[in-house]
């Protein structure tokens, strides 16, 4: 080989080995890869909400909220497993917001909409879709954002768990299919924690908790205690959690405002 042609066989070279594997080859084979175990923890979660609207719409609603409830802990347990084995990716933040279109948007919609929203006719189709929507434009908000130290507007499992466990109270209380005054108190809730997760407000996010460090053993009592009093009326003792954390910013934020209008 002339020495004139050895600069190009190099440059050839160097562009095939700079040039990406072929598709099917083994490198693309690691870049298509996934990490199993927190995917399939959002896959329950997706089916756990899958699960809770085919039991709404067949009128099953005390499986449907146990279903959303468990769509909220494996939603709550994927991040925390793909933090502490660091197995987090792009796919599995974005498998994981379309999970929660599913479990915390459409599956609280629809079981709402099968257990009294759908006596209000054309007002119960509205509500219903308002709620869809507007839990789509917070996980939006979300993923664009990506909030860490406090969530900007209500989580979209906590708007869940409003919804669930109200219409677990009020599936404890009344026999039978709810009055058009119980409806439409479902259609506030439904509307207070939709515009709760557009909103602007700052949340508490339990990602600043660490739970790796050592706590007192009194921390471990107030587990069990907590335990306790919620086997004592699990409907209504969510329910007052949930309540109060949705409420938690807006009264934060007034507290706030009426300490700046005090005079100094």
Not at 57 to 68: E, H, P, S, T
Not at 113 to 137: D, E, K, R
């Amino acid at each position: 080989m002339e020495k004139s042609d050895k600069p190009q066989l190099r440059a050839v070279e160097e562009a095939a080995s700079a040039a990406p594997a072929k598709e099917g080859g083994p490198a693309s084979a690691r870049r298509r890869g996934i990490y199993l175990l927190p995917n399939v923890i959002t896959t329950g979660a997706l089916f756990s909400g899958f699960y809770a609207t085919i039991a709404g719409i067949n009128g099953r609603f005390g499986a449907a909220v146990l279903a959303i409830l468990a769509a909220i802990a494996l939603d709550t347990a994927d991040g925390r497993i793909a933090r502490l084995t660091r197995t987090q990716s792009q796919f599995g933040a974005q498998y994981d917001s379309l999970s929660d279109l599913v479990a915390f948007g459409v599956a609280p919609a629809f079981v709402a909409f099968s257990w009294g929203l759908s006596s209000l006719g054309q007002v119960g189709l509205v509500l219903t879709f308002l709620y869809i929507a507007c839990t789509a434009l917070r996980l939006a908000r979300f993923n664009t954002h990506n909030d860490l130290s406090s969530f900007t507007g209500l989580p979209s499992p906590a708007a869940a768990a409003v919804v669930a466990c109200t219409l677990w109270v009020g599936q404890e209380q009344i026999a039978g299919p709810p009055n058009l005054f119980v409806a439409s108190a479902m259609g506030v809730v439904m509307v207070a924690v939709a515009l709760l997760m557009v909103s602007n407000l700052a949340y508490f996010s339990a990602k600043q908790l660490g739970l790796k460090g050592r706590v007192p053993f009194v921390a471990l009592v107030l587990v069990v205690l907590s335990f306790a009093v919620l086997l004592a009326d699990p409907p209504g003792i969510l329910l007052l959690l949930s309540v109060g954390y949705a409420l938690s910013a807006p009264a934060q934020f007034a507290w706030s405002w009426l300490r700046r209008q005090k005079p100094e």
